[in-house]
């Protein structure tokens, strides 16, 4: 398919999850609403889109703005050697969102570490607990209000 | 803190850890294994050891400054990160790079690429008992960092490419040096070759061991050398030109079975083809005029007379990286937009170049790239490397983000040793190449 | 007692030599200096040659703790159980600006410097060193560990 009519279809079949579709500098982005986008990837992986790689998950924190988070996906088909982006904004009060960690595998620890660093929860992750950071750290790293050299150390240091 | 395998384990099985202080070569990582005697029931990795901030660093430097924090992630293969950061940046603000700096750009990849998988090929050896292997592919990648070196002026993290094309051009003697490296790199790998291929402990070892299906490695979003072993054409050069890689003519190995001689053969072949890619892109770099010049003395003679500094002597080396004075700028940085250091002749001696060096460097000013977000990725040493940066028309990017191969690979060793012995765990692990920084950030 | 003063002295010269000459050392190996450990460890710039050429893989066999590399907080207690499973006499080098100071690093993961977490001889900076410097800094510890006394206190009659 074009690419235009490829995202045309998309947006047919997912009319009610998707809020609108856009591109940036070449890439092609979905604006999914937060309630359907477990329905918007699992419909994307399966035929005839075959959105079969996850490549990346990660946030974005908008400390500004109303909707403070913003999950961003990539994902890839490589029968069709295409990308697409898509975005979903969390509010601040409940940063929660459905996992896709039962689509594709690697989603378990990307997952994992979205809600290390952002404290972004992830609704029917199997095992969703810190990855990179260690047990006893408070906060979340990339979060903009945690302060860039506030170290936390797990044992005594010397001066 | 109990980790998650304590609690599932059951009370009559033994709890091994391995790590996070591994036997040296791969770094911080740490496997905890369940065993029935020798057989693995369970495992679980915990990672994280090496987590240095990048990405929170990355909001607080410039654009300009958090190059050399990119050299950092992969360091097996540190110019293909600054590759992908510079080619994710250029994108974004829209400079097309002097051709000459795309082909040395290319040129610096490839010798990165080789000495990737020497270095992952080596630690995988020396694992499973063959030292050899190990010194002789530490030989020649000491003749592929010679010429990075005599090129940027560092062995490793070199920060060399730069937004907007390379630090420098290539000294005068690159092409004996180049030349040189590919001889040597070729005799120790025909030397591993014949040391490995047919070596029936390193057969026993690898064959069969750590398998993984094709749907299991697209699912597990795997890239790179690992995922061609499965048999999957999936190559970012191939699929995504960039540079001047739809210019080159070089083959993709594939594997079958997807098991960890397979990794072990695909890398090999890998870097037989990167021999080949360096081969046509020195090809393709016309010889310029040398950068030495003094009267009646060849430019190498010149240039060791130059460094002797003896009192009196005519000679004098310009104190810039050679290959970066401002007659070769033209060729190896764009001059599209103030992306990159204007050339010192210029900040030294003129107004107009002083005053650009100065905006170039302070703080609100340099690089501002128009908001937006952008993702670019090329073909890491691992595979698919990406960044997406995310700006927000300030100096310092909003955030940036790293799609790091291993990540993805590293998640499916839970799967692939499973059922195996401990033993086994060694040569899988080697053969993903794991590096920390990337895995970590 | 002049005797006994000259043959402790004689005995620190050999003893000095005796364990500068055969270092066993474990490389806690992190970040991106352990490529410039392997190439100082390989056959092009020689560890070997200055009698620290054999790698022990344990702490409990080695003298020579070579930290290279970052070590981050997540990191500090395992560096610091390392350290005190290796039995007296050790020593640790630590090698690489991270390893010094925090290096490039100066935010919330990483700890500034391993002197912090455990007393360190000597000091190799460089992002990453040159095997040279390696080779440099391995030179002054074995300096070092020529001039470290005994404590003869136990034998010394007052």
């Known amino acids: 398919m074009e690419k235009e009519t490829l995202i045309g279809e998309i947006r047919k079949r997912f009319a009610a999850e998707i809020e609108s579709d856009a591109e940036s500098l070449g890439d092609q982005v979905l604006i999914v609403r ?25 946030c974005v924190d ?27 904004s969390l509010p601040d009060d409940n940063p929660v969102v459905d996992s896709i960690a039962g689509l594709w595998k690697n989603a378990n620890w990307l997952e994992r570490e979205v809600f290390d660093m952002f404290g972004v929860a992830f609704m029917g992750h199997p095992d969703l607990r810190r990855i990179l950071m260690y047990e006893g750290f408070e906060g979340h790293p990339l979060r903009k209000s945690y302060p860039w050299r506030k170290e936390q150390p797990r044992i005594p240091l010397k001066d | 803190m ?15 850890n391995m790590g996070p202080s591994h036997p040296a070569m791969h770094g911080t990582f740490r496997i905890m294994l369940e065993l029935e005697g020798e057989k693995i029931l369970n495992s679980e990795i ?15 430097k410039t654009y300009f400054n958090l190059l050399p924090y990119t050299d950092r992630l992969n360091y097996v293969s540190p110019q293909i990160n600054n590759l992908g950061y510079v080619m994710t940046m250029e ?39 063959a030292f050899t292997v190990f010194l002789y592919m530490m030989k020649a990648r000491e003749f592929l960092w010679d010429v990075i070196e005599a090129t940027s002026g560092s062995r490793m993290t070199t920060a060399y490419i730069r937004i907007g094309g390379v630090r420098a051009d290539l000294n005068d003697e690159w092409r004996e040096s180049v030349k040189t490296a590919l001889v040597e790199t070729r005799r120790v790998l025909k030397d591993v070759h014949g040391l490995l291929d047919k070596n029936q402990i390193f057969l026993n070892r690898t064959r069969g061991i750590g398998t993984i299906s094709k749907e299991d490695a697209l699912s597990y979003g795997w890239t790179g050398p690992c995922l061609r072993s499965t048999g999957i054409l999936y190559d970012v050069r191939k699929a995504h030109p960039y540079a001047i890689y739809d210019r080159l003519a070089f ?20 870097m037989e083809q990167s021999l080949r890619i360096i081969e046509q892109v020195a090809a393709l770099i016309p010889d310029t005029a040398p950068a030495v010049k003094a009267d009646g003395i060849e ?7 130059g460094r002797l500094r003896k009192p009196g002597q005519r000679i004098r080396l310009s104190p810039n990286l050679e290959g970066s004075e401002k007659d070769r700028y033209q060729d190896i940085l764009t001059r599209d937009a103030p992306v990159c250091v204007p050339p010192k002749e210029d900040t030294y001696t003129t107004m107009e170049g002083l005053i650009s060096h100065f905006l170039f460097f302070m703080k609100g000013y340099g690089i501002r790239p128009p908001k937006g977000d952008v993702y670019f990725s090329v073909e890491g040493g691992n595979g698919e490397l990406g960044y997406y940066i995310v700006s927000d028309g300030t100096d310092r990017p909003y955030r940036l983000h790293l799609r790091a191969p291993c990540f993805h690979l590293v998640s499916a060793i839970e799967q692939l040793i499973r059922g195996r012995f401990v033993a086994d765990v060694i040569p899988t692990f080697g053969s993903m190449n794991m590096i920390g920084g990337e895995l970590d950030r | 007692m002049s005797g006994f003063d000259f043959l402790t002295t004689r005995f620190e010269t050999a003893l000095g030599w005796g364990r500068k000459f055969s ?42 703790l070579l930290v290279v590399g970052t070590v981050s907080h997540k990191l500090a207690p395992v560096l610091k159980t390392v350290y005190e499973q290796m039995m007296e006499p050790k020593w640790v080098i630590a090698f690489g600006a991270c390893a010094v100071s925090g290096g490039i690093y100066q935010n919330y993961a990483a700890v500034q410097g391993i002197d912090r977490v455990i007393p360190v001889d000597v000091y190799i900076p460089g992002c990453p060193p040159r095997p040279e410097m390696v080779l440099d800094g391995l030179l002054k510890l074995q300096e070092k560990i020529q001039k470290q006394e005994q404590d003869w206190r136990w034998r010394k009659k007052p």
């Open chain 3, 23 to 64: 270092l066993f050392h474990y490389p806690f190996v992190t970040a991106c200096c352990g490529m410039e450990y392997m190439s100082a460890a390989c056959a092009h710039f020689d560890l070997d040659r200055f009698g620290a050429g054999w790698t022990r893989f344990s702490p409990r066999q080695s003298d020579l």
């Open chain 2, 2 to 16: 109990d980790a998650r395998i304590q609690k599932e384990a059951r009370p009559d099985t033994m709890l091994i």
């Open chain 2, 46 to 60: 915990e990672i994280g050891y090496l987590h240095r901030g990048f990405e929170k660093t990355c909001e607080n």
């Open chain 2, 299 to 305: 430019p190498a003679e010149a240039v060791r007379q």
């Open chain 1, 62 to 88: 908008f400390l500004a703005s109303e909707n403070r988070f913003e999950m961003v996906y990539h994902i890839f088909s490589l029968s069709r050697n295409r990308r697409l982006r898509i975005k979903v």
């Open chain 2, 91 to 129: 994108k974004l603000l829209g400079v097309r790079v002097p051709e000459r700096a795309t082909a040395i750009r290319v040129l610096m990849s490839e010798l990165s690429r080789v000495s990737d998988h020497l270095t992952c090929l080596a630690a995988m050896a020396m694992e499973n008992g």
């Open chain 2, 251 to 270: 083959d993709v190995p594939l594997g079958e079975h997807g098991d960890n001689f397979d990794r072990y053969v695909v890398r090999m072949s890998e």
């Open chain 1, 34 to 58: 937060r309630e359907g986008l477990r329905a918007v990837m699992a419909g994307l992986q399966a035929a005839p889109f075959d959105y079969a790689v996850l490549l990346d998950l990660t």
